[in-house]
C-alpha cells in the first residue's frame, strides 16, 4: 500500500466519522424542536 493510498484511507474514514458526528447532532437537534 502506498502511502498515498493509506493517507487517503485515513482522510475517508476521518470524514465519514465527521459525517456520522454531524448525521447524529442534526438528528437529535430535530427531535428536540419535534418535543
Do not use: F
Amino acid at each position: 500500500m502506498s502511502a498515498e493510498a493509506q493517507a487517503k484511507g485515513i482522510t475517508e474514514e476521518e470524514l465519514l466519522n465527521d459525517l456520522e458526528k454531524v448525521r447524529e447532532e442534526m438528528w437529535n437537534d430535530s427531535h428536540q424542536v419535534e418535543h
